[in-house]
C-alpha cells in the first residue's frame, strides 16, 4: 500500500513537473521568437537536447543514477526516429496553416489508440474513447481558427503524425520491456537526437525562415533567454520521458491538451494575446473532457484492482489507459532516488 502511494506521489508530481516547465518553456520560446527575432526552433532544439545530456552527464558523474546499457541499435535507431519526428513537426508547421497544424496535434491521440489496439493489443473502452473525442473537440474550439490545407503539408503533418506516435509508444514500450528508467533512456538516446537536429537543424530553419542561424546577431538578451530556454528543457525532456514511462502515451497527450489550454489562458492574461468567446468555451470543453477521462481511467483502475484481488496474486500489468491523477496499477517506481532530469519539446 505504502508503495502504490509512494508511486501515486510520483506520478503527480512528474504531471506537475511536466506542465510547469513545458508551459515556462512555451512563453520563453515566444517571447525569444516573437519579441527578440530568433526564429530558429529546430536548431534550438538540439541545443536543448545537447544542455540535457551534459546535465544528466554531470548527475550521473554525481551518482544521482545509474547508467544502464541498452543495445546500441535500439538506442540509436529510437533517438534517430525522436529526432526525426520533431523535423517533420517543425516543418508541418512552416508549410501548414496554424489551424491544420493544431490538426495535426489532435490527430496524435486518435492515430496513438489506433497504433496501440493493433500492434500492442491494448483496449480502450467506449467511456476513454468518449472522454478523448470531448477533450479533442474543446481544443479544436479553442485553437483551431483556419483549415487551409497543401499537398505537401498535409504528407509532412501525416509523417509527423506517424513518428511522434511511433516515437513516444516506443519511449513507454522500451522502459518497460527492458526495465529502464526514464532517466537512463533520456541519458542514452538524447545524443542521438541532438546529433540529427544539429545536422538538420539549420538546413531545415533557413529553408523555412530564409534566414541562416549562424550570420544571426546574438545580442546578450537573445543569449540569455536561448540559456534560460536550455535550462528549461532540461525539465521538459526529463518530464517527458518520465511521464511517458509512469503512465502511457495517451495520456502524455492528454496532459499536452491540457498545457494548451493553459498556454492559452497565460497568453491572454501575461502577453496579451488576442482573446474570444469561442476559445473560452473550447477551454471549458476540454477541461471536462480531461475531467471524464480521469475520472473513467480511476474507475476502471479500481475495478480491475477488485478483479484481480479475487485471484492469486501476480504481477499486474499496466492498464492501457493510465488516469491523469492515478499511477500505473502494479507497476514500481523506479525513479523514486532520482532528483531532476529531462525529453522533447513540439511547438504549440
Known amino acids: 500500500m505504502g508503495e502504490k502511494t509512494s508511486f501515486q506521489l510520483g506520478v503527480v508530481g512528474a504531471l506537475f513537473l511536466s506542465v510547469a516547465s513545458s508551459v515556462s518553456i512555451v512563453i520563453c520560446n515566444k517571447a525569444l521568437m516573437s519579441n527578440l527575432g530568433f ?3 529546430t536548431t534550438l ?3 536543448h537536447l545537447m544542455v540535457t545530456f551534459a546535465a544528466l552527464h554531470v548527475a550521473l558523474r554525481f551518482n544521482f543514477f545509474e547508467n544502464k546499457p541498452i543495445d546500441i541499435k535500439t538506442v540509436i535507431l529510437f533517438g534517430i526516429l525522436n ?8 516543418l508541418s508547421l512552416g508549410f501548414n496553416s496554424i489551424g491544420f497544424y493544431q490538426m495535426t496535434k489532435l490527430a496524435i491521440i486518435p492515430f496513438t489508440v489506433l497504433l496501440e489496439t493493433i500492434f ?5 473502452s467506449r467511456n476513454i474513447k468518449f472522454s478523448l473525442l470531448i477533450l479533442l473537440l474543446g481544443v479544436g474550439i479553442a485553437s483551431i481558427t483556419d483549415l487551409q490545407l497543401n499537398f505537401v503539408g ?3 503533418s501525416l509523417l ?3 513518428t511522434t506516435c511511433v516515437g513516444q509508444i516506443l519511449t513507454n514500450t522500451i522502459q518497460k520491456r527492458l526495465n529502464i528508467s526514464s532517466t537512463q533512456l533520456l541519458y542514452q538516446s538524447a545524443p542521438f537526437q541532438a546529433a540529427i537536429l544539429f545536422v538538420t537543424g539549420p538546413m531545415v530553419d533557413q529553408f ?4 541562416n542561424v549562424f550570420a544571426h546577431k546574438y545580442s546578450n538578451v537573445v543569449l540569455g533567454f536561448i540559456l534560460l530556454s536550455c535550462l528549461i528543457a532540461v525539465s521538459v525532456n526529463f518530464s517527458t520521458f518520465l511521464v511517458i514511462g509512469k503512465t502511457s502515451p495517451v495520456t502524455y497527450q492528454v496532459l499536452g491538451h491540457l498545457k494548451t489550454c493553459l498556454v492559452l489562458g497565460f497568453g491572454y492574461t501575461l502577453l496579451h494575446d488576442p482573446f ?3 476559445n473560452i468555451v473550447g477551454i471549458l470543453v476540454a477541461i471536462v473532457g480531461m475531467g471524464l477521462y480521469s475520472f473513467f481511467c480511476t474507475h476502471e483502475t479500481k475495478r480491475k484492482q477488485l478483479g484481480d484481488h479475487s485471484s492469486i496474486p501476480q504481477v499486474r500489468e499496466k492498464d492501457s489507459s493510465t488516469p491523469l491523477l492515478a499511477g500505473k496499477d502494479g507497476y514500481q517506481d523506479k525513479e523514486n532516488h532520482e532528483s531532476k532530469k529531462l525529453s522533447k519539446i513540439s511547438l504549440v
Open 276 to 278: 474570444t468567446s469561442r
Open 45 to 47: 532544439t538540439s541545443w
Open 39 to 41: 526564429p530558429f526552433a
Open 160 to 162: 509527423a503524425i506517424v
Open 83 to 90: 529526432g526525426v519526428s520533431i523535423g517533420f513537426l517543425n
Open 154 to 156: 498535409t504528407i509532412l
Open 208 to 211: 523555412l525562415t530564409k534566414k
Open 120 to 124: 500492442l493489443k491494448k483496449k480502450f
